[in-house]
């Protein structure tokens, strides 16, 4: 069974910084793409950032030379570092992955980490 842990949410001033880690752990072959997602009440989840196994990134607009994504491919693990926070970054983060196990490839979540800025 294939599990995303995420860690790092949690409360910081506009202007800090947070990072956020999820690591993917389970009975699997491969993981290709990995992400973060970000909903708040009322509205639609969002991509926030994504990379691929190669390394590739993208970066919603309104996050963009704030947020970095990275990952460790040997400890199967996406991290988001979150500079300048802002308010409106506050949401509920999830984080999404591609990974290919024995009955296919699936699309899996983590359970959420709340991120709070405060003004």
């Known amino acids: 069974q294939v599990q995303l842990m995420e860690s790092g949410g949690g409360l910081a001033q506009a202007g800090g910084s947070l990072r956020l880690s999820c690591a993917a752990s389970?009975?699997?072959?491969?993981?290709?793409?990995m992400g973060w997602y970000r909903q708040t009440p009322g509205k639609q989840r969002e991509l926030v950032a994504g990379?691929?196994?190669?390394?590739?990134?993208n970066y919603a607009d309104s996050v963009k030379g704030r947020f970095t994504i990275s990952r460790d491919n040997a400890k199967n693990t996406v991290y988001l570092r979150m500079n300048s926070l802002k308010p409106e970054d506050t949401a509920v983060y999830y984080c999404?992955?591609?990974?290919?196990?024995?009955?296919?490839?699936?699309?899996?979540w983590g359970q959420g980490t709340q991120v709070t800025v405060s003004s």
């Open positions: 999404n992955a591609q990974i290919a196990t024995i009955t296919g490839r699936k699309t899996y």
């Open positions: 990379i691929i196994s190669g390394g590739s990134t």
């Open positions: 389970g009975s699997f072959f491969s993981i290709n793409s």
